[in-house]
Every structure is written in C-alpha cells, then in structure tokens.
C-alpha cells in the first residue's frame, strides 16, 4: 500500500470518531444549528442555487458523502507529508505556547 493510500484509509478511518465527537458536541451546545459539514453543504447549495430544490434526505447524502471525502483527502495530504510533518505538527498544536517556536524551528530542519 502506497503512503497515500495509507493516508486516505486513515483519513476515512479518523473521520468516524471525529463524525460522533461532533455530533454528540453539537446536540449538547447547540441542538438547533447545523453541524459544520451540513453547514458548508448548505451554502454550496445557496451558491448553486440548489438549496430550493434539494431535499433533506439528499442534502444529509451530500454531507456525508462531502464529510467523508474531505477525511479521505485530508489523509492523503498527510500521508505524502510524512509522519515527521505530521509530528512536528502534533507537537506544536499540542506542545506548551513557549514551545511552539522552537518546535516549528527544528521542523524546517
């Protein structure tokens, strides 16, 4: 299997818990909005002037079918990044503020 298939099964795969993490946020914070993924649906539907004529169940086909395939290429950009990028990006997202520079820094190296 090549790094970017790796990368877009992974992509898919991370893409289900974050779906449920998500879904659970939203029903507990804000039960009456969309969730992001319907949300950038939606306003593609506006800009196509499609949002009259799509039906609920369509639209919940397209966000999830858009929801999936945003973690699928999402994963294949990582998986041709390589997992020292993705390190040192998990480093500084999840490192101490004070750290992040120096992190950044031997990034570039």
């Not at 969309?34 to 639209?59: F, G, K």
């Not at 040192?88 to 990034?107: A, F, K, T």
Request: glycine fraction near 8%.
């Amino acid at each position: 299997m090549t790094k970017i298939e790796r990368g877009i099964v992974s992509g898919l795969a991370a893409t289900v818990p974050m779906t449920v993490t998500m879904g659970v946020f939203q029903k507990v914070t804000h039960p009456a909005d969309r969730i992001a993924p319907s949300e950038v649906v939606h306003r593609a539907e506006e800009m196509a002037n499609l949002d009259q004529e799509t039906e609920e169940t369509a639209h919940e086909t397209v966000t999830g079918v858009a929801h999936f395939a945003f973690g699928a290429a999402a994963g294949a950009h990582f998986g041709l990044a390589g997992p020292s990028r993705i390190q040192c990006w998990q480093d500084s997202c999840l490192g101490h503020p004070y750290m992040v520079r120096p992190i950044l820094e031997s990034c570039r190296n």
